[in-house]
């Protein structure tokens, strides 16, 4: 089976207008390029994303904190109640072949952080910055706009999915 | 959003031919009914029922114990690589309104486990009985085919979801 | 280092007074072989337990669903707040070398399959009875008292710890 | 019960020799105040910071990644074999009223970043530093060597612990 590619948008539960914006034009992007949109499933960017994805006929997926799919943004297709509280964060990126990070507080963090630890691509809007003593920058790739953001997205991800 | 109802389909890793004919005649009724089909995304009975779904045009959800998409069954629409090893039979349960156990060890009992934890009906064919001192049995509700299983399942998950 | 055993202890939250008297006389007896006694940190038939180690000078922790310690009985030497719910019930397994089932409902039960899964002996009192179709009986030893079950419990522990 | 103030130390799986002299001191400042030491129970500064709460009669607590107890280090006096993977490092911190984190990679990462989301204090020896855009520096208090580090970790235990 030729399976499609999954990216996952991650960020703010209350983002500002102008986040809550990118994060729709992110996800129409998504949907737009026949990708697969990841998700926490909750309201804010991930709730903005989701609606982009649907305005333009996508797919999304979303993983819940708690046990009731009822919970779900009223634009995922598929939710995942998982009962794992934050710990959710992780299956959002690990189902993912590249992450998109706007704006964003320590769930988040956690988020960039895990997908790190699995060697999963991430692309920074307006996000979190990392620093550690001794070592060079460069641990998040910056992107300006949603359509640059998607497409770095998805080059990361093709590149990865080849790569294995 | 009318979501699909969710059926997951939980056995055997190395069933016998019976056992492997009757999943994937259960995944060919969940597609058929319109349904999705959830289950743990690797081979055995999760091949059969999602081959199965596949072969009606289905859309199939599988959730990985690895953190490699690579290590689905080649039906499995959408991949979960959750990293969880045995956990990850616990999302399997959540993500559906109504389950099906066909035959299955101790993964599958867990499964079992889980799902009446949560109140999530479970459908039985050839599967676990169980029993406690002092209290009456009925526990699962046993099938005696495919056909009967999953409507036995599609009306557990509507009575459930009415009820929400 | 020579690390004690560590004995699970699962069971009823909601337990009749004789199976609470059961789950003290079993926390009594872990303690005063010297082993760990191992829990889900709540009320009922691990409040007893605990109860029961902590009057012998014995060592318990308390696996909590939450994340907070203070849901700790008060008979918990090291609360462990895991977040995770229901899933906690698997880490409380992991963390023995063999487990006593007292009584006990679905958690239980989720308990007993993931132990079994994992190749952790399970003594049981007064709990489960497990049967598939065409496979023999044999599952879950039976013990008649607490001193029984302890006894069993110890002796597959060290079997398993020699055989590691 | 009157419990001991946990505290969970971090960091690097493969520190530099003044890491690990760091780690070991920690461990064994947080001994001698008579505080349980949690951590991920394998090698590196993990390692090291037990042997220096071992040396000082102190008790240690390892969430290990796997379902061996074996792979703990030789200092940990109570392993739990979590089976998580990664996910285990969420538990290390949650187990703790305060965390202190030595050098690290994404891994030290992610535990800063679950300590936060649940209001754990973080203290950091040479770690990371965090920056958002728009949002004032001040994420993790920054040590400047074991003594101090350990004093400023069970000052904010026992106050996080006063206010609940």
């Known amino acids: 089976m030729n399976r499609q590619l999954a990216i996952a ?3 703010e539960n209350d983002p500002t207008p102008e ?12 949907a737009a390029a026949g990708a697969v949109l990841v998700c926490g ?10 609606r982009g994805a649907h305005a333009r006929g996508g797919t999304t997926i979303g993983f819940l904190p708690g ?4 919970d779900a943004n009223r634009y995922v297709t598929y939710p995942i109640p998982t009962g794992l509280g934050h710990v959710r964060n992780i299956l959002v990126v690990r189902s993912a072949q590249a992450v998109i990070a706007i ?9 960039i952080a895990f997908a790190k630890i699995d060697g999963i691509p991430v692309i920074g809007l307006h ?7 001794g070592q060079a920058d460069g641990h998040i790739q910056q992107a300006s706009d949603a359509k640059q953001a998607v497409a ?9 999915s080849g790569e294995r």
Chains 1, 2, 3, 4 share one sequence.
Not at 19 to 30: F, S, T, Y
């Open 67 to 70: 046990t009731r799919r009822e």
């Open 152 to 160: 770095m997205a998805l080059e990361a991800a093709r590149r990865r």
């Open 103 to 111: 704006g964003g507080r320590y769930g988040t963090l956690s988020e």
């Open 19 to 30: 986040l809550a914006a990118l994060a729709e034009a992110v996800g129409a992007e998504i």
């Open 41 to 50: 499933g909750l309201g804010g960017a991930m709730e903005a994303a989701c």
């Open 127 to 133: 996000t979190w910055e990392l620093k550690r003593e």
């Open 9 to 11: 948008v991650i960020g």
